[in-house]
């Protein structure tokens, strides 16, 4: 057992009611403060309204520590400007940040990151046009669809989906083969998608104007851009957890099923989809003293930090250290130790 599962395991079981009896500020209050920049997302993106929350949070704290928001393209920018010491702290889904740190691809090697926590979980959404001819992920055969902005998680999962589908028309990574159980394909196979890379904002706008037929979002529900567009435009939200399987055999467990419930978006029942947590994470170079600063900050405001970015969510520690084969930093390990025994 490692021992990043060791300290899991002592933790399990406890719930936030604890910090309640924590002082204000563990780490004193003298000393030089220390500045950490967080890799976010885009403006206007949920990475980069909860790095705003988080260090506008901090910065009312009274605790020797400063955020420092810095926009990117989010997951797969924030690793590699993490691992390259550019940043001391990012955001990043699961899948990626597991990428990241077993130096799988789209990385070329290991990178230096370890998780602080895993804060909330994206919902992936596939949206069409109600009133078009997309019903299914087989249906985008040859057809535009808008997947993620270069260098985001969004694009991450969106191949991956279209590829266990059958339509992407990237190979599949050498270091993860397809296992015994996916079907072989068919002798003459679909049309590979369209792979549009663009952000939220212009997927949005792609999707109303029809330069694309279809959408991909990995994002907290209901998330506001969609939920203005569906005020628009009738949508409809695919299904994707017939997916999940497929992905877990390939790319482990950092895939679940989740729901978007009845009443976003205007579904008038739910849609089973695909569902991947966000993990805080930093540089093992982090002082301990900073992240245990940081981690109480966390815990302490968590419903102002989510608040803008999925709606309805709740930070538990067993939730958050729930960070799969990125290691806990050594002082996450200790902040968890020290306040759940």
């Known amino acids: 057992m490692t021992s990043s599962e060791m300290t899991r395991r002592r933790v399990m079981g406890f719930g936030l009611g604890a910090l ?7 780490s004193g209050d003298s000393g030089p403060v220390r500045r950490l920049r967080l890799a976010t997302g885009p403006e206007g993106g949920p990475y980069n309204a909860f790095g705003q929350a988080l260090a506008r949070a901090v910065a009312t704290s009274g605790r020797r520590i400063e955020i420092v928001p810095v926009s990117t393209a989010a997951s797969v920018n ?26 799988r691809e789209p990385f070329l090697r290991p990178a230096a990151a370890t998780a ?14 109600a009133d078009g001819p997309v019903r299914s992920v087989r249906d985008l055969a040859g057809r535009p669809v808008a997947a993620g902005a270069a260098g985001s998680g969004v694009q991450v999962v969106a191949e991956r989906v279209l590829r266990a589908a059958g339509l992407s028309g990237a190979p599949a990574p ?53 939920a203005d567009l569906a005020r ?27 729901t978007l419930p009845a009443g976003v ?30 981690l109480q900050v966390v815990f302490e405001r968590w419903r102002d930090l989510l608040r803008e970015v999925t709606a309805g969510a709740r930070l538990e520690p067993r939730f958050a250290i729930s960070t799969g084969e990125v290691p806990l930093h050594p002082g996450a390990a200790a902040h968890y130790r020290s306040v759940y025994g």
Not at 78 to 103: F, Q, T, W
Not at 185 to 209: F, I, K, N, W, Y
Not at 271 to 293: F, S
């Open 20 to 26: 309640a009896a924590l002082p204000a500020g563990c």
């Open 232 to 258: 628009e435009l009738p949508l409809r939200f695919l299904p994707l957890d017939a997916h999940v399987g497929a992905l877990r055999e390939r790319h482990g467990p950092v895939y679940t099923e989740v």
């Open 78 to 103: 924030n690793l590699r400007k993490l691992d390259e010491g550019s940043v001391e702290l990012a955001l990043a889904m699961a899948d990626v940040a597991e990428d990241a740190v077993l130096g």
């Open 174 to 226: 050498a270091s993860t083969p397809a296992p015994a159980s996916t079907p072989a394909p068919a002798s003459t196979p679909a049309p590979a998608a369209d792979e549009r890379q663009l952000g939220l904002a212009a997927s949005v706008s792609a999707l109303r104007e029809g330069s694309v037929d279809a959408l991909f979002w990995s994002g907290g529900v209901p998330t506001p851009a969609l």
């Open 116 to 129: 602080l926590a895993r804060v909330y979980v994206n919902y992936t959404h596939l949206v069409v046009p």
């Open 265 to 294: 978006y205007g579904l008038t029942e739910p849609v089973g989809t695909i569902g991947v947590g966000n993990y805080l994470l930093a540089r093992t170079d982090v002082p301990q003293g900073a992240v245990g600063d940081l």
